[in-house]
């Protein structure tokens, strides 16, 4: 039966600084994950060949370099744009930004970055994406928590309003199995 294997990337340098967005690379902690990878999808994927998509920015392909299948680069998949707060922390956000700072909390799923993006316009960019995935077998996604919130949102049924709540830990792979009456989810944590 085809599956779809979502994964965040590993730890950034950024997430350790609790920075939002950029493009930086792999902390020590994820780079162990980027090792660990392709043992926990042969654990969850067998022998299935499998496909590996992930976005142009460089930490989720140094998440998938040591993984021994094709792999395809989606611009679709990067990170919601955070616009002018891309490389701040939220408390930086909060200090310049303050009302931008409450209009998030407030409508978390319509709120624009300025200059970015909000979960409402990454739900319509994935579009091709979600048309991609239905066509094809075997996938694993190596992407960006707010872009795997929206795809887990879709195939788990969930309003896509409800998608900036899901729950996307790092270094945690995720099986779907879409079944006859809902998608059947296997989550395996590395040990790290
Ligand atoms: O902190 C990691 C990150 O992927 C940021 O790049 C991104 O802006 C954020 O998570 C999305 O999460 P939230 O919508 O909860 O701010």
Not at 69 to 89: F, P, R
Not at 166 to 192: C, F, N
Request: glycine share 6%.
């Amino acid at each position: 039966p085809r599956c779809i294997w979502l994964s965040r990337h590993g730890e950034s340098v950024y997430n350790v600084e609790k920075k939002i967005g950029g493009d930086s690379s792999l902390s020590p902690r994820g780079l162990q994950y980027a090792e660990k990878l392709p043992e926990i999808v042969r654990k969850s994927a067998g022998d299935v060949n499998l496909t590996v998509w992930t976005s142009t920015l460089c930490r989720t392909q140094q998440t998938a370099q040591h993984l021994p299948y094709k792999q395809l680069q989606w611009k679709a998949l990067d990170e919601l744009d955070a616009g002018v707060c891309d490389g701040m922390t939220y408390e930086e956000i909060e200090e310049k930004y303050p009302e931008d700072f409450k209009a998030r909390d407030d409508d978390k799923y319509e709120y624009r970055y300025p200059g970015g993006e909000s979960y409402r316009d990454v739900v319509i960019r994935l579009e091709p994406i979600i048309m991609e995935l239905e066509r094809q077998e075997n996938i694993l996604i190596v992407t960006h928590q707010a872009v795997l919130r929206c795809i887990y949102a879709y195939f788990m049924n969930v309003p896509q309003e409800e998608s900036p709540w899901m729950s996307i830990p790092l270094h945690t792979l995720i099986r779907l199995e879409p079944r006859a009456y809902g998608t059947e989810v296997t989550r395996i944590k590395a040990d790290i």
